[in-house]
C-alpha cells in the first residue's frame, strides 16, 4: 500500500483529485478522477452545484481508495470569491451563487458612495470586481436577503468543502484575501468595514494558515469512503493561484521573474514579502493576496481563457471542431489582427461569445472574425496584448523591470499563446509545471 497525499482541485470548469507520492526523492502525480463543474441558471441566479461537487469529491478519495493508496492527508483548493452560509444547525442554505451571476451589478459604486476607496485599497490592498464576496454580501443586504438573518457561518468554497468532511469551521488565508474583506497587512478581518457596511460580523470565521491541519474527516465520512484509519485534511494555500504559485520553479540567478497562472482567469504578478499599497497601485488595478508562508501574490485578475473554452463550448454544441490541434494551427495562419478587451463586461457571462466578439469588433472599427481559427487568433491575441499591458503596469511600481515570465497551469500547453506573449511582453518565457495548482497544493501538505 502506497501512501500519498491527496490535492482536490475545483476549477471554474472541472474538478480533479489527484494523489501526489515520492519515489526515488521525486515528487510523482496520479490523476485519480476528473470531474466536471457547471453553472446551473435557476430562476434570477446562477449557481454552482455544490452538492454534486461533494459527491464527486468523496467519489475521488474512495476511488484513490480502491486504487491501493493509503491516504496520509488531503489538502482543497478552489476559485476565489464564492462561499456558502451555514446555519446554526451546520445545514447548508442553498446552493452557492456563482460570481458570474448579475447580482453583483452597480454594487462598487454603492459601496464606495459610503466607503472612500483609496483608504479602503489602503487597508484590503485588494483590486476592486464587482465579482468579490464584498459586493455580493452587499447586494444581499440591499435585497434584504433571508438567508443573512439566518446564517451562523460564512465559508468560502474550499472552507465549505473541509468543513462538510471535518465538521470544523475556519476560513483559511489566502481565500479569505480575495473577498476583499480583509485587513491584508494584519492578515486579519477588517470589522471596521464589516460594521461600517451593515454586514453580520458573527458570520466570519478564524483565519488559519496555510499548512495547519484543518480537521480530520468525520466517523461517518470515514465509513463512507471504507476508511479504518483517520485522514487528516490540512488547510493548503487554499485560492487555487497561490497553491500554483508555490509550485513556480523560480530560478535564483538574480534576474526580476513574474508569474502568469494561465486557466479560466489569468493572474499575472509577482511573489512579494510585504503588501503594495500604493494608490499607483490602486488605480493601475492590483491586488494583493494571501500566499504561503504570510506572502503576498501581488497581481491583476485578468480574464483568461474563459473566452476561448466559452466559444470551444458553443462550437460543441453546433456540431463544429473543437480540436486544440486544428484550431490553433488554423489560426496561426489567418491575417486577423483585431484586439478585443478580455476584461469588457460583455464578456463576462453572454448568452453567446461568439456574438459578443462579433459584437465588440463592430462597434470598435474592427474586423469581424468570420472562421474558428479567426476567433481563436482574436482571442489569443488580445491575451498577449493585455499580458503584456499587465506586466507594463507591473514594472512602474517594482524597484526592476521584470525579464522573466513564469507561464503556468493548463494555459501553459497553448504553445500558440505562449509566443504570442513572449512577442507582445519582450520577455523570456518559461512554460510549466501545467499541474502547478495540484504540486503546490501537496507540496503545503507536507509542510
Not at 452557492?96 to 472612500?116: A, H, L, N
Not at 464578456?347 to 465588440?360: D, G, V
Request: net charge negative; charged share 25%; hydrophobic share 40%.
Amino acid at each position: 500500500m502506497r501512501e500519498a497525499k491527496l490535492a482536490i482541485d475545483f476549477g471554474g470548469g472541472s474538478g480533479r483529485v489527484i494523489a501526489g507520492y515520492t519515489s526515488n526523492g521525486e515528487l510523482c502525480l496520479d490523476t485519480i478522477y476528473r470531474f466536471q463543474n457547471r453553472q446551473v441558471r435557476v430562476g434570477d441566479h446562477i449557481y454552482w452545484d455544490f452538492l454534486s461537487l461533494f459527491e464527486d469529491m468523496k467519489r475521488g478519495i474512495r476511488m484513490a481508495v480502491e486504487k491501493g493508496y493509503k491516504i496520509s492527508s488531503i489538502g482543497i483548493d478552489t476559485w476565489g470569491v464564492d462561499f456558502g452560509l451555514v446555519d446554526k444547525n451546520g445545514n447548508l442554505i442553498g446552493n452557492p451563487v456563482c460570481y458570474r451571476d448579475s447580482r453583483t451589478e452597480g454594487m462598487p459604486e454603492k459601496v464606495f458612495s459610503i466607503v472612500d476607496r483609496s483608504e479602503h485599497y489602503s487597508i484590503s490592498g485588494t483590486q476592486v470586481m464587482s465579482i468579490n464576496t464584498l459586493f455580493q454580501l452587499y447586494a444581499m443586504k440591499e435585497e434584504n436577503s433571508p438567508l443573512l438573518s439566518v446564517a451562523d457561518k460564512l465559508l468560502f468554497m474550499p472552507d465549505l468543502f473541509s468543513y462538510y468532511l471535518t465538521g470544523v469551521a475556519n476560513n483559511e488565508y489566502s481565500i479569505a484575501s480575495t473577498s476583499e474583506l480583509m485587513d491584508i497587512k494584519a492578515r486579519t478581518w477588517n470589522y471596521s468595514l464589516i460594521k461600517e457596511l451593515g454586514l453580520p460580523e458573527h458570520i466570519f470565521c478564524d483565519i488559519v494558515m496555510p499548512g495547519q491541519e484543518r480537521g480530520v474527516l468525520k466517523p461517518e465520512i470515514k465509513e463512507e469512503l471504507g476508511l479504518d484509519y483517520d485522514v487528516k485534511v490540512i488547510a493548503v494555500a487554499s485560492h487555487d493561484t497561490a497553491s500554483a504559485v508555490y509550485a513556480v520553479p523560480f530560478k535564483k540567478d538574480g534576474k526580476v521573474s513574474a508569474f502568469l497562472s494561465s486557466g479560466t482567469w489569468s493572474l499575472l504578478g509577482v511573489v512579494a514579502d510585504e503588501p503594495i499599497l500604493s494608490e499607483e497601485a490602486r488605480v493601475n488595478g492590483f491586488t494583493n493576496e494571501g500566499g504561503v508562508g504570510g506572502k503576498i501574490c501581488f497581481l491583476q485578475n485578468i480574464t483568461g481563457l474563459w473566452i476561448l473554452q466559452k466559444l470551444m463550448s458553443e462550437w460543441a454544441e453546433e456540431g463544429k471542431c473543437t480540436e486544440y490541434d486544428i484550431l490553433l494551427p488554423e489560426a496561426e495562419k489567418t491575417d486577423i489582427t483585431s484586439i478585443i478587451d478580455v476584461d469588457d463586461n460583455i464578456f463576462t457571462s453572454p448568452i453567446n461569445m461568439a456574438e459578443a466578439i462579433i459584437s465588440y469588433c463592430r462597434n470598435n472599427g474592427q474586423q469581424v472574425p468570420d472562421t474558428q481559427g479567426e476567433f481563436v487568433k482574436c482571442v489569443l491575441l488580445s491575451l498577449a496584448d493585455r499580458y503584456r499591458k499587465g506586466v507594463e503596469g507591473l514594472n512602474k511600481l517594482l524597484p526592476r523591470p521584470i525579464e522573466r515570465l513564469h507561464i503556468i497551469g493548463g494555459g501553459s500547453q497553448n504553445k500558440y499563446l505562449n509566443r504570442l506573449t513572449a512577442m507582445a511582453t519582450g520577455l523570456e518565457v518559461e512554460a510549466g509545471p501545467v499541474e502547478a495548482t495540484a504540486i503546490g497544493n501537496i507540496l503545503v501538505q507536507s509542510l
